[in-house]
């Protein structure tokens, strides 16, 4: 079994933008996710939008907080995955 960490980026949301405010984490430092579980919000003119992680492991780091803006790419966090 191979620890890994993993970088979470901004996906792309929207044909029209690439630049979106970060809203809220829904996991924490130390959380298990499972690949699918909504991981944080982002938030643009119109729309709250849940990211889903592409993983299943342990969040570790969050490297954004609420109101920062993000691009399409940004890592926004990272997690330790078993491959």
Do not use: C, H, R
Not at 28 to 45: A, C, M, N, S, Y
């Amino acid at each position: 079994m191979n620890i890994m960490l993993k970088n979470i980026e901004m996906p792309k949301l929207s044909p029209k933008s690439d630049d979106y405010f970060f809203g809220t984490w829904k996991k924490q430092p130390g959380d298990q996710i499972k690949k699918g579980d909504p991981l944080f919000e982002v938030e643009t003119e119109k729309v709250i939008s849940e990211v889903p992680s592409d993983f299943a492991g342990v969040l570790k780091e969050q490297k954004v907080s609420e109101g920062d803006p993000i691009s399409v790419g940004d890592v926004v966090a990272t997690i330790e995955v078993d491959e």
